[in-house]
Nanobody
């Protein structure tokens, strides 16, 4: 019933920035916790960042702390991920995920709805 669609990926040089967007359709968006995950070729899906039903609670994996920022705009039914100081290791397919809940969940198994992903490629 809930559908998530990511956009904003692209190819950038190391040190550059991108802003990823995830637009949601469906009801009860304000009551959803939202997260971003990524998966590089040959690697498992990795947690990146998440935000609770309000923006009071956020979580980040250590490798992106201080470089990425997650935010949401409930009026637009959207969640964003600002990627700054991009590194080669950030290259991956980035997924938006959501679930009904209060917290900034960090495990992929805790999310019910997933987008199809948007590619981020960082070159040296």
């Amino acid at each position: 019933q809930v559908r998530l669609t990511e956009s904003g990926g692209g190819s950038v040089q190391a040190g550059g920035s991108l802003r990823l967007s995830c637009a949601a359709t469906g009801r009860y968006f304000n009551g959803y916790a939202l997260g971003w995950f990524r998966q590089a070729p040959g690697k498992e899906r990795e947690f990146v960042a998440s935000i609770g039903w309000s923006d009071r609670e956020t979580a980040y994996t250590d490798s992106v702390k201080g470089r990425f920022t997650i935010s949401r705009d409930n009026d637009k039914n959207s969640v964003y991920l600002q990627l700054d100081s991009l590194q080669l290791e950030d290259t991956a397919l980035y997924y938006c995920a959501g679930r009904i809940g209060l917290s900034a969940y960090t495990s992929s198994s805790e999310y019910e709805y997933w987008g199809q992903g948007t590619q981020v490629t960082v070159s040296s």
